[in-house]
């Protein structure tokens, strides 16, 4: 089986810096991805790793570490429209097979 | 057109109704995804096809059917469904293994 954690909720000010986390454990591991997930819409994708390491793109930046089941989204600049369910999903046991953790809703205050 | 197409947005339907969810999407992907979103709740995987053939199906009930006419479209037959099916249908597709393209839904709702 799978497991992938997230905190549920956090709550960050605008202009700053939020990191949320996600650990997982799993069999034939591939790959996490990171989605965002505004109430009411469809998840859109942020990032993918496969590799150890941080991605950058934007104010958007991910991180994976294989060995430790660990990896999280850093989130610079905040907006108010960042506001938002941030989803963790792992792909394993081969391509295309992807679960969702949780998701951690982060409220931007002003 | 980087675009995922799902109708009907809404449905509501009887428990001894049938009628099927559409998807469709022109970005030239081979694999085309079925998940259920329950509120506050994570999309959970459905069904893949993957070069319109059904590759994985994560045991989910006879009363859902998935089918693939072609490399666009994707369906979801639905028959004899529980009040407890109600939820957001979404579809995805995926150029082999990068990103999946989300439509916008269907939100169910059977009575």
């Known amino acids: 089986g799978q497991n992938i954690d997230q905190p549920t909720e956090m709550t960050a000010t605008e202009g700053a810096i939020v990191q949320i986390n996600c650990t997982y454990q799993?069999?034939?591991?591939?790959?996490l991805f990171w989605y965002q997930q505004h109430a009411g819409e469809a998840p859109t994708f942020l990032s993918y790793?496969?590799?150890?390491g941080l991605e950058e793109k934007g104010r958007f930046s991910s991180f994976l570490s294989r060995s430790k089941g660990y990896s999280y989204l850093l989130l610079k600049e905040l907006q108010m429209k960042d506001s938002a369910s941030y989803l963790c999903?792992?792909?394993?046991?081969?391509?295309?097979?992807?679960?969702f953790g949780t998701g951690t809703k982060l409220q931007v205050i002003p | 057109d980087t675009e995922v197409t799902q109708t009907p947005k809404h449905l509501v339907m009887g428990m001894t109704n049938k009628k099927s969810l559409k998807c469709e999407q022109h970005?030239?992907?081979?694999?085309m995804y079925w998940y259920k979103q329950k509120a506050k709740k994570p999309p959970e995987l459905m069904f893949v096809?993957?070069?319109?053939?059904?590759?994985i199906n994560e045991s989910v009930p006879s009363r859902f059917s998935p089918e693939c006419p072609n490399s666009s479209l994707l369906n979801l037959h639905l028959h004899a469904l529980q009040p407890e099916d109600s939820a957001l249908y979404l579809c995805?597709?995926?150029?082999?293994?990068?990103?999946?393209?989300f439509g916008p839904g269907t939100r169910l709702t059977v009575t």
């Open positions: 995805a597709s995926s150029q082999e293994e990068y990103e999946q393209y």
């Open positions: 790793n496969v590799l150890d």
């Open positions: 799993t069999s034939g591991f591939n790959g």
């Open positions: 096809y993957s070069y319109e053939k059904l590759s």
């Open positions: 970005m030239g992907h081979r694999a």
């Open positions: 999903a792992v792909e394993s046991g081969g391509y295309q097979k992807v679960t």
